[in-house]
């Protein structure tokens, strides 16, 4: 049996995309993360200039949330909205505003553009998922 790799530290970043694929709130990038073990969806999009990325799931039920795959935004590209509940939550900061989980928050996933490349980073809890050929 052989003993899986261990993810890498936490200061080394992911590569995700390239910067040019996130529009400015439009079609978001999805992938997937390991937390507490267990494999979890998680997005990135670029809203007012900056990229966000969250765990996809909603704040009241642990459901994914994008209504296409890849659309998270309202009608009026202002918030992410969960396709389920209706939650309506702030791409800033990932706070719910309205719907059944005012005052909860998405969970957030650490990004961060470097040159033309979008990299998220692991945390305590959400790390890479380990490597099939291991």
Excluded at 43 to 70: S, T
Excluded at 94 to 117: F, I, K, M, N, S
Aim: with cysteine.
């Amino acid at each position: 049996m052989s003993t899986p790799e261990p993810p890498p530290p936490a200061s080394a970043g992911v590569p995700l995309c390239a910067s040019a694929d996130l529009v400015e709130r439009g079609r978001a990038v999805r992938f997937s993360v390991s937390q507490y073990g267990r494999q979890v969806p998680a997005f990135a999009l670029r809203f007012d200039g900056r990229v966000v990325a969250y765990l996809n799931r909603c704040a009241h039920v642990p459901v994914e949330m994008d209504w296409q795959p890849g659309e998270f935004l309202d009608a009026d590209r202002r918030y992410l909205i969960c396709s389920i509940h209706g939650a309506l939550y702030e791409p800033a900061h990932g706070g719910c505003v309205a719907g059944p989980c005012v005052g909860a928050r998405l969970t957030p996933v650490d990004v961060r553009e470097e040159g033309e490349q979008v990299c998220w980073y692991p945390s305590r809890h959400i790390q890479p998922l380990p490597d099939p050929a291991s």
